[in-house]
């Protein structure tokens, strides 16, 4: 007997965590936070569900914090065993965790909220990474086996095929929107018994189909019109790096004025040497850009700005400029600086170019309202406000349905959505009814353990 039980990302969209239990073995897929705002964020306190030192094996999807971000309370409950992803992913989740421990020491000591995990925690988790490649066979306990597929959401992002207690389960993981700038097309092509598949766009097509180079394009020169700031909250990992090869190209290729250009992350500018490391998993047109461009994540006018003092000086430079800066969902980081002093200009173009999970300030500002509270003080919006559904890095309605159907299905087969809000999944759920109707498919609740 196989047990599947969802810990996380059920009936919501952060917090990934699912456990696959056999009658001799335990494997966890991703160990994500909660994300938000509310009783989804205290979640991240609670204890996990599950006996963490029974669990064989880890399995990680990609780098991003709500699949990766308690990976140290597991092993500080007591998991010991090994961390597998792709080498790309788990060098990037040494970043992303890192980065999160100084934020959350720093939350700490100026709001007193206690750390979910300590640095030793930290340092333990890291000396488990167990990289593996994509499409290798790798033996986990017994006759167990897990094989990694690229899902093209991220650099090292996988799709996870476990087969385990004779049952063939695939964990999508982040499903890529093709074309992506960067990577290659998410891989389908395997036998599945069951599929638990991410569904944030599910039950919903992308409306804004404008090319991306043109609505940063666009963006620009509104911003040069104008005088102006243009200010883009983006993830450290991916989007920032998307973002710069796309200047790079608006710049070089298109012969586009060039304004000073601020990336203000140092986890972005970090994750930029894992990007330059792993060249080979790009796509195929990237990689011939690469032959002629020496360096596609950099350019004349691009200032990285690492340290605090940095980020401050970009006061210094007179509009027009550009500025990117984390977190990507305007719930904290250095866009907050930028946000308390712009937002207010009406000539500030503000592109989000990412998802906005409920009750964070990136969704109180699209909701519509004329100011918000950052850092403590009232600031008035009167930025333009774009949010360009284009940049996103996850697959929409029609591509998750043709993401499903390459999939082979046993007789019997099982889809469960995850990922995805309750109403959103209702959707996607009745779509993928009508295109694959000789399966069965519900959306799981969290806590909610179901035999295979």
Same mark, same amino acid.
């Given at each position: 007997?196989?047990?599947?039980?969802?810990?996380?990302?059920?009936?919501?969209?952060?917090?990934s965590?699912?456990?696959?239990?056999?009658?001799?073995?335990?494997?966890v897929?991703?160990c994500?936070?909660?994300?938000?705002?509310?009783?989804?964020?205290?979640?991240?306190d609670?204890?996990?569900?599950?006996?963490?030192?029974e669990?064989?094996?880890?399995?990680?999807?990609?780098?991003?914090?709500?699949?990766?971000?308690?990976? $140290?309370?597991? %092993?500080?409950?007591?998991?010991?065993?090994?961390?597998?992803?792709?080498?790309a992913?788990?060098?990037?989740?040494?970043?992303?965790?890192r980065?999160?421990?100084?934020?959350?020491?720093?939350?700490?000591?100026?709001?007193?909220k206690?750390?979910?995990?300590?640095? $030793?925690?930290?340092?333990?988790?890291?000396?488990?990474?167990?990289?593996?490649?994509?499409?290798?066979?790798?033996?986990?306990?017994?006759?167990?086996?897990?094989?990694?597929?690229d899902?093209?959401?991220?650099?090292?992002?996988? @799709?996870?095929?476990?087969?385990?207690?004779?049952?063939?389960?695939?964990?999508?993981?982040?499903i890529?929107?093709? $074309?992506?700038?960067?990577?290659?097309? $998410?891989?389908?092509?395997?036998?599945?018994?069951? %599929?638990?598949?991410?569904? #944030?766009?599910?039950?919903?097509?992308?409306?804004?189909?404008?090319?991306?180079?043109?609505?940063?394009r666009?963006?620009?020169?509104?911003?040069?019109?104008?005088?102006? %700031?243009?200010?883009i909250?983006?993830?450290?990992?991916?989007?920032?790096?998307?973002?710069?090869?796309?200047?790079?190209?608006?710049?070089?290729?298109?012969?586009?004025?060039?304004?000073?250009?601020?990336?203000?992350?140092?986890?972005?500018?970090?994750?930029?040497?894992?990007?330059?490391?792993?060249?080979?998993?790009?796509?195929?047109?990237?990689?011939?850009?690469r032959?002629?461009?020496?360096?596609?994540?950099?350019?004349?006018g691009?200032?990285?700005?690492?340290?605090?003092?940095?980020?401050?000086?970009?006061?210094?430079?007179?509009?027009?400029?550009?500025?990117?800066?984390?977190?990507?969902?305007?719930?904290?980081?250095?866009?907050?600086?930028?946000?308390?002093?712009?937002?207010?200009?009406?000539? #500030?173009?503000?592109?989000?170019?990412?998802?906005?999970?409920?009750? @964070?300030?990136?969704s109180?500002?699209l909701?519509?309202?004329?100011?918000?509270?950052?850092?403590?003080?009232?600031?008035?919006?009167?930025?333009?406000?774009?949010?360009?559904?284009?940049?996103?890095?996850?697959?929409d309605?029609?591509?998750?349905?043709?993401?499903?159907?390459?999939?082979?299905f046993?007789?019997?087969?099982?889809?469960?959505?995850?990922?995805?809000?309750a109403?959103?999944?209702?959707?996607?759920?009745?779509?993928?009814?009508?295109a694959?109707?000789?399966?069965?498919?519900?959306?799981?609740?969290?806590?909610?353990?179901?035999?295979?």
């Amino acid at each position: 007997m196989v047990k599947l039980g969802f810990y996380g990302a059920a009936g919501e969209v952060t917090g990934s965590n699912f456990l696959i239990e056999t009658d001799k073995h335990k494997y966890v897929v991703d160990c994500g936070l909660f994300q938000g705002a509310g009783e989804f964020t205290e979640l991240n306190d609670d204890p996990f569900e599950y006996p963490a030192g029974e669990v064989d094996a880890l399995i990680v999807t990609h780098a991003h914090l709500d699949h990766i971000g308690r990976i $140290p309370k597991l %092993v500080a409950e007591g998991f010991t065993g090994p961390i597998i992803g792709t080498k790309a992913t788990l060098e990037l989740t040494s970043l992303v965790l890192r980065d999160a421990y100084d934020l959350a020491e720093r939350r700490y000591e100026r709001d007193g909220k206690p750390l979910i995990f300590t640095e $030793p925690d930290l340092k333990r988790a890291l000396a488990l990474f167990q990289p593996i490649p994509y499409r290798t066979r790798h033996t986990l306990s017994g006759d167990d086996v897990v094989t990694l597929y690229d899902a093209g959401h991220i650099l090292g992002s996988s @799709t996870v095929h476990l087969e385990a207690g004779g049952k063939k389960i695939v964990f999508s993981g982040d499903i890529g929107h093709a $074309p992506n700038i960067l990577l290659p097309a $998410p891989e389908d092509e395997f036998v599945a018994d069951v %599929v638990v598949t991410e569904g #944030t766009y599910g039950g919903r097509e992308r409306e804004d189909t404008v090319d991306r180079l043109q609505v940063l394009r666009e963006s620009l020169e509104w911003v040069i019109e104008r005088r102006g %700031v243009l200010l883009i909250p983006a993830f450290s990992v991916e989007r920032s790096q998307e973002l710069l090869y796309m200047f790079n190209l608006l710049f070089n290729k298109h012969q586009l004025q060039r304004v000073p250009i601020y990336l203000d992350s140092p986890l972005a500018i970090e994750a930029l040497q894992v990007f330059e490391r792993h060249q080979e998993l790009y796509k195929q047109e990237v990689q011939q850009v690469r032959r002629t461009d020496d360096d596609i994540f950099d350019f004349r006018g691009l200032v990285l700005a690492a340290t605090v003092e940095d980020s401050k000086s970009i006061n210094e430079q007179a509009p027009p400029k550009v500025i990117i800066a984390g977190s990507g969902m305007m719930d904290g980081g250095r866009i907050h600086h930028h946000l308390k002093r712009y937002l207010s200009w009406p000539n #500030t173009y503000l592109l989000v170019v990412g998802y906005q999970a409920r009750g @964070t300030l990136g969704s109180e500002i699209l909701s519509g309202v004329d100011h918000v509270t950052i850092l403590g003080e009232r600031i008035p919006i009167r930025a333009k406000i774009v949010k360009a559904e284009v940049f996103s890095g996850h697959a929409d309605n029609s591509e998750l349905l043709d993401w499903l159907g390459g999939i082979r299905f046993n007789k019997g087969g099982r889809i469960f959505v995850v990922h995805a809000e309750a109403d959103r999944a209702e959707l996607f759920i009745d779509n993928i009814k009508h295109a694959l109707p000789d399966l069965t498919v519900e959306a799981p609740t969290l806590k909610q353990i179901v035999e295979l």
